[in-house]
């Protein structure tokens, strides 16, 4: 069974950091796409990162220079270090894992990240 469990969500001022990590289990995540979403309050599901599966790795442009997306295949986890927040990161974060030849598609279920002003 896989499962996938985000932590490192909290409370921020503004231009804080904050290191959020996903654990998966009943996989190994190294053949598979990995990313990070976000979902704000009222507003769609958006990505903010990837690796695909030829370890090319994309941050959205909102994030981009603040956000880095790591993964270590070993111990099956996908991090996402965060610096510079600011008060539009506020949302609920939520990690991915998907192998779109086998129609395979993995979502945990999201850590709450606040950024104060």
């Known amino acids: 069974q896989v499962q996938l469990v985000e932590s490192g969500g909290g409370l921020v001022q503004a231009g804080g950091s904050l290191a959020l990590s996903c654990a998966a289990s009943?996989?190994?995540?190294?053949?598979?796409?990995v990313g990070w979403y976000r979902q704000a309050p009222a507003k769609e599901r958006e990505l903010v990162a990837f690796?695909?599966?030829?370890?090319?790795?994309y941050v959205t442009d909102s994030v981009k220079g603040r956000f880095t997306i790591a993964r270590d295949n070993a111990k099956g986890i996908i991090d996402l270090q965060m610096n510079n927040l600011k008060p539009e990161d506020t949302a609920v974060y939520y990690c991915?894992?998907?192998?779109?030849?086998?129609?395979?598609?993995?979502w945990g279920r999201g850590t709450q990240v606040t950024v104060s002003s």
């Open positions: 690796i695909n599966e030829g370890d090319d790795t």
């Open positions: 009943g996989l190994t995540i190294g053949a598979y796409f």
């Open positions: 991915n894992i998907r192998l779109a030849a086998r129609n395979l598609n993995y």
